[in-house]
C-alpha cells in the first residue's frame, strides 16, 4: 500500500526466538498501530504509537513490545515468540482520510 | 471498553442482488464508523465511513446507515459484482482521546456468485 510498508511478508520462527517485525511509513504521520488478525477475531490492538518514543499498550499487548525511534519506523518485538502468536499484522496510520494498513505479515511460530 | 459485534460472518448473494452487513457497537461516546474491505492478501482498505452526526452516506453502490439510538450501523451494497467478494468488517472508534483506535468487529466474508 502507497506510503506504508511492512516486512518481512512471511516468517517462520521456532519457539522461544525473538522475532522483530517492522513498519515502515513515508507520510510523515503521528500515529502508528499495530494489530493482528486471527479467524473470528477481526483486527485487535496490540500497541500504538502517537509519536516519537511514545508509545502504549492495546487489548492484547502481552509478549509484545514496540520502538518507535523515528517517525518513520514502529517495531513490533515478540521477546520469546509462542505458537499463539502465530497470525498475521498488520500495521496502520491514522491520517486524515482514516487509516491505512501496511500489506501484513504471516508470522508462523512452529 | 468498547465492542462490536458483526454479522453475519459468511454472505453469498446472486451477482446484481444487494449485500446487508450489520453491526452493533457498546459504547455510546463512540462517533466515528468505517468500513473496510480486504482482498485476499492484502491489507484493509477503507470503503465508506460515517460519523455520528449523519445517520446515512453514500457512495455510488455503497451506503451506510447509523442509528444512534440503537446502536448499530450497517454497510449496503447494491448491484454486486464479483469484484465485491472480499472480507468486509466494520469499526468503532470515540473522540480522540489521543489514541485514535479502532475497535474492529470480527468480519464478514461476502461472496458473489456470478
Known amino acids: 500500500d502507497a506510503g506504508i510498508t511492512q516486512s518481512p511478508r512471511h516468517k517462520v520462527t521456532e519457539t522461544g526466538t525473538p522475532v522483530t517485525l517492522r513498519c515502515h511509513q513515508t507520510e510523515n504521520h503521528r500515529y502508528m498501530y499495530w494489530y493482528r488478525q486471527d479467524p473470528g477475531h477481526g483486527l485487535r490492538l496490540i500497541h500504538y504509537?502517537?509519536?516519537?518514543?511514545?508509545?502504549d499498550k492495546g487489548e492484547v499487548s502481552d509478549g509484545y513490545s514496540v520502538s518507535r525511534s523515528k517517525t518513520e519506523d514502529f517495531l513490533l518485538t515478540l521477546e520469546s515468540a509462542t505458537s499463539s502468536q502465530t497470525s498475521v499484522y498488520f500495521c496502520?496510520?491514522?491520517?486524515?482520510?482514516?487509516?491505512?494498513f501496511g500489506s501484513g505479515t504471516r508470522l508462523t511460530v512452529v | 471498553g468498547e465492542n462490536v459485534e458483526q454479522h453475519p460472518s459468511t454472505l453469498s448473494v446472486q451477482e446484481g442482488d444487494s449485500a446487508v452487513i450489520k453491526c452493533t457497537y457498546s459504547d455510546s461516546a463512540s462517533n466515528y464508523f468505517p468500513w473496510y474491505k480486504q482482498e485476499l492478501g492484502k491489507g484493509p482498505q477503507l470503503i465508506i465511513d460515517i460519523r455520528s452526526n449523519v445517520g446515512e452516506k453514500k457512495d455510488q453502490r455503497i451506503a451506510v446507515t447509523l442509528n444512534k439510538t440503537a446502536k448499530h450501523f450497517s454497510l449496503h451494497i447494491t448491484e454486486t459484482q464479483p469484484e465485491d467478494s472480499a472480507v468486509y468488517f466494520c469499526a468503532a472508534s470515540k473522540p480522540d482521546t489521543g489514541r485514535r483506535a479502532l475497535t474492529f468487529g470480527s468480519g464478514t466474508r461476502l461472496q458473489v456468485q456470478p
Open positions: 496502520a496510520i491514522s491520517g486524515s482520510r482514516g487509516y491505512t
Open positions: 504509537s502517537y509519536g516519537v518514543k511514545d508509545t
